[in-house]
């Protein structure tokens, strides 16, 4: 069982910048994909970015968010980051951290953290 927990989440103003951190319990191939998805209440949980591999090089973006936000991974401290620029009030959500051994069976997931960006 892979224990996911995300930090980074707050209160911002359109244009400013948050890092979301989705640290993880173990280094295996349960944490192989990673992504980060959001939920605002009312929707269902949407995808916003994921990387795939330890290298970190096969990332993918929702298209809302591409040229603003960008997925990194950190091997060595078992933690994902979201790097989230220009916010706008439409990011506004819950986001929360997945993990699996592919992108199609995201099977573990954190709590969430909620971003609130005002205009």
């Known amino acids: 069982q892979v224990q996911l927990v995300e930090s980074g989440g707050g209160l911002v103003q359109a244009g400013d910048s948050l890092r979301l951190s989705c640290a993880a319990s173990e280094h295996s191939s349960r944490s192989y994909a990673m992504g980060w998805f959001r939920q605002v209440p009312g929707k269902e949980r949407a995808f916003v970015a994921s990387?795939?591999?330890?290298?970190?090089?096969?990332?993918a973006y929702v298209d809302s968010v591409k040229g603003r936000f960008t997925i990194s991974r950190d091997n060595a401290k078992n933690t994902v980051y979201l790097q989230m620029n220009s916010l706008k009030p439409e990011d506004t959500a819950v986001y929360y951290c997945?993990?699996?051994?592919?992108?199609?069976?995201?099977?573990?997931w954190g709590k969430g953290t909620l971003v609130t960006v005002s205009s």
């Open positions: 990387v795939i591999g330890w290298s970190g090089g096969s990332t």
């Open positions: 997945a993990s699996g051994s592919s992108i199609g069976s995201m099977n573990y």
